[in-house]
């Protein structure tokens, strides 16, 4: 059984990092074609995907967002972390991570964690 | 690159089918066979429907089938139920700049 759970802040300041955990389990992020992404939803708006790793460590980046973004993963712990730089209130959304699968989909979600931005 | 095109709305009476369009361009959609669809609850995480433009994970009912023309895929919900009433998203690799792309959400109401 596949589970996900994201951690991180619930509050952080303008112009501060935020860094966000995915911990997860059923898989293994060393198994030839497992990914895991990042993906985010502002309060009443749609889902943007922001970035995924690879089990070969390959990581690709939304490009309105690459510079602020990096996305890493621990394979012994069964952790993905997201990174993102320069907080702004418009970054307040949920943050899903969710298990890859080869067809470029997502069949499993974390119940995401809610960030917020304000000073 | 901009988000694939929805409809915001779409409803339907208990027992019929209705179709939810997913616009995008030859560069993704219309290119890639990599579409899945996304069905989300209020306050819920998304819900694998439906992957590479028709394909039913386990467990998804037979109501639910996708299909693809040109630039634009479709999801059709059959025998529509209260249950079904919901958000629901496209998504769609969009080649080696972009990436990926979600929809811009549609919102199924049952009547």
């Known amino acids: 059984q596949i589970t996900l759970k994201e951690s991180g802040p619930t509050l952080v300041k303008p112009t501060q990092t935020l860094t966000l955990t995915c911990t997860f389990s059923?898989?293994?992020?060393?198994?030839?074609?497992?990914?895991v992404g990042w993906i985010r939803q502002p309060p009443g708006k749609a889902l943007e995907w922001l970035a995924l790793?690879?089990?070969?460590?390959?990581?690709r980046y939304s490009p309105s967002l690459k510079s602020r973004l990096t996305i890493t993963k621990d394979t012994s712990k069964n952790q993905v972390v997201l990174t993102m730089t320069n907080m702004d209130p418009v970054d307040t959304a949920t943050y899903y991570c969710?298990?890859?699968?080869?067809?470029?989909?997502?069949?499993?979600w974390g119940q995401g964690t809610m960030v917020t931005v304000s000073s | 690159q901009s988000a694939l095109t929805q409809p915001a709305s779409v409803s339907g009476s208990p027992g019929q089918s209705i179709t939810i369009s997913c616009t995008g361009t030859?560069?993704?959609?219309?290119?890639?066979?990599?579409v899945s669809w996304y069905q989300q609850h209020p306050g819920k995480a998304p819900k694998l429907m439906i992957y590479?433009?028709?394909k039913r994970p386990s467990g998804v009912s037979n109501r639910f089938s996708g299909s693809k023309s040109g630039n634009t895929a479709s999801l059709t919900i059959s025998g529509l139920q209260a249950e079904d009433e919901a958000d629901y998203y496209c998504?769609?690799?969009?080649?080696?700049?972009?990436?990926?792309?979600f929809g811009t959400g549609t919102k199924v109401t049952v009547l």
């Open positions: 969710a298990h890859r699968v080869t067809s470029d989909a997502f069949d499993f």
């Open positions: 590479e433009g028709s």
């Open positions: 030859s560069s993704d959609v219309g290119t890639y066979n990599l």
């Open positions: 790793i690879y089990w070969d460590d390959d990581k």
């Open positions: 059923g898989f293994s992020l060393s198994t030839g074609g497992v990914g």
């Open positions: 998504y769609s690799y969009a080649g080696s700049s972009t990436f990926y792309v």
